[in-house]
């Protein structure tokens, strides 16, 4: 994992979105239904951040 400000700063970010989200879920009440979808999301969203990351450091 590359040790960057922005992938550091990025990573926060999206953390900080999905946690957001899931509070917003939650208080809804569907966090049975919503709470794997959360996760995949959170895998996804992370997964995508370092690629883009990990290509644009690279070059």
């Given at each position: 994992?590359?040790?960057?400000?922005?992938?550091?700063?990025?990573?926060?970010?999206?953390?900080?979105?999905?946690?957001?989200?899931?509070?917003m879920v939650w208080?809804?009440?569907?966090?049975?239904?919503?709470?794997?979808?959360?996760?995949?999301?959170?895998?996804?969203?992370?997964?995508?951040?370092?690629?883009?990351?990990?290509?644009?450091?690279?070059?």
């Amino acid at each position: 994992m590359l040790t960057t400000k922005r992938t550091v700063f990025g990573l926060v970010a999206v953390l900080l979105t999905l946690a957001v989200f899931a509070m917003m879920v939650w208080a809804q009440g569907s966090d049975v239904i919503a709470a794997p979808v959360v996760l995949i999301v959170a895998v996804a969203m992370t997964v995508c951040y370092l690629a883009i990351d990990f290509r644009g450091a690279n070059g």
